[in-house]
């Protein structure tokens, strides 16, 4: 075994590797460039580098500095996570060169997998199934469009260099097939620098289907199926082991398969070898065909580790060790079922985009796995993949695994950030999900009814008065000093996305009382300590930055109506008015030299997609302006100082 290792990766999986890596007793290396000098991995590792810039070009996906960085401090290995420089094989060739290990397969099997046509033409040599389609050399549009007939429609433009869903069109008509052709093309030719197409069926049903496979050069073995079915953008977001549905002859018939791939190629280390699977008339032996193969460990992994017990890291590190495979085909079991949820922080109505925030508060219930690579108060910045954590739950059926899953995203706790946690913990609830009818097709075509069931009105109003309850700051005692004839009553303002909430409290007793807010009343009642709204279960309520109420996979932020005032004011009377959060200024109103009075608008800044105004905070001319229109600004930063003293009104 590895007397100390390098993680060239970051976030959660850097995280996640240097767990396994102390777990065996061997040091641990983290690089990070400048926007991750305070990250989780960095805090984890034995000893860390800085690698460079915030840009991944600048520092993740530099090998020359990882190199350096490896020989310095002595690792005899690098363990490339996934993404950056997982699958690339000038970095291998680069590290073996400079006598390092690469914790991974082969340079040749890497690149004997790296494009999907050459791939696919190598996998139908070895007699695995491939997905009916034009996988050869010829571009020519017309070329192409005249193989996509007798295809037959609809097909799938796919870039041969593609990743992570992109430079892929579905095309369902001829009329519609130089459009799409070009759409690929330009996509492909802007995220991999290679504009090569191949065109394949697009299968009916389409499941997605995937073997875990590990190798060791020269043996090869399967650890079983994972589904990744549940999709957005050709993206996974729900995955589970082992597929919902599976016959012993359908595993048998997909694992031989994906295990004749890996031999093909000599494979060491962990692959995945993924399937599109007709699932139109359930799983059939014959209805399965080879998309391409991932070589390197895979974000889903762990559902796998959940079924069989075993740590894929760890047998990462002692195959490439130069042990064999620790365990023969027919020692690797499977029990119960395991389910991984992606959580990202992104806008899911906006179209499941990217967001970014500073994670106010971040908590994950015990009941369940959770890997991540952040905590409270750490940043998803707009450099990296906004994935927060993977939250994993296993059982000893489907049902309990699921329920499981349901219940572990309804006690997650995050604020600060926009989040797909609300959309998980609907999906997760979805009838036919449950009922293991799962297809690609699945998310995209009940989007409505999960946004809907995301949107829970009456919840978020019992939330509000939750928060309203905490921001009311209760004596002991509420009704100490007060007439016991009437009922004691208080108001608090609130303000929820910019919207000032108002909310009305009328005690009847300690214990009790009623709230209103605009037309909806709830009663609350106080019980060993803690309020709860018509009796529903407790909810959780954090101060931090805001007042979060967190409930069933739902949260919201509130802030007290004043002191959002004071806040963004940049403290009362002040010079400098400090940027109350990072984001982006929309407009600078003032320039130096001009004579400001108290409340006047200062500049306006966007964050988490929200405008703020900044105020003077006190009668006076401005001195400085620090920020321009367009700049990205951090918390903290000063945006405009004031003369000192006070400037006489004429
Ligand atoms: P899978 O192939 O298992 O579906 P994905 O393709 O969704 O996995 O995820 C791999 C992608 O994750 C990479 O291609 C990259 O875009 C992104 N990525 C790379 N490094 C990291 C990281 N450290 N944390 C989160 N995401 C990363
Ligand atoms: P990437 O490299 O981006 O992961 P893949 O070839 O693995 O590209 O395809 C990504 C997703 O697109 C699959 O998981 C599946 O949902 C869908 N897909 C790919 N090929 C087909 C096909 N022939 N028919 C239907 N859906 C497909
Ligand atoms: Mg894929």
Redesign the pocket.
Known sequence: MFRKILIANRGEIACRIIKTARHLGVATVAVYSDADRDAMHVAAADEAVHIGGSAPKDSYLNVQTIIDAALKTGAEAIHPGYGFLSENPDFVDALTAAGLIFIGPSASAIRAMGL?DAAKALMEQAGVPV?P?YHGERQDADFLHMRAESIGY???I??VA???????R?VDAPSTFMEGLRAAKAEAANAFGNDAVLI?????S???I?VQVFGDGTDAVHLFERD??L?RR???VIEEAPAPGMTAEMREAMGSAAVRAAKTIGYSGAGTV?F?VDGSEGLRPDRF?F??M?TRLQVEHPVTEAITGLDLVEWQLRVASGEPLPLKQEQIELRGHAFEARLYAEDVPAGFLPATGTLAHLQFPSNCRADTGVSTGDMISPWYDPMIAKIITHGPTRDIALAKLTRALEETEVAGTVTNLTFLTALSRHSGFRAGEVD?GLIPRDLASLLADSSHNGLEHAMIARAALHAARLPKDPLAGFSLWQPLRQTVMLEKDGDVVTVAFAFRGANQCRIDISEHSYTATQTGGCWRIEGQPEMRVVEANGIHVFAAGRSITLRLHDLLQRETAGGQGSDVTLAPMPGLVRAMLVQAGQDVELGEPLCILEAMKMEHTLRASRDGRVAEVFAHEGAQISAGDPLVRLEAGNVAHG
């Open positions: 999907k997905v389609g609809p097909v799938l796919k870039a593609g990743g992570g869903g992109k430079g892929m579905r394949e069926k697009y299968v009916a389409p499941r997605h995937e990744c079915s999709q050709h993206q996974k993924e599109i065909w998309m391409e991932n690609t």
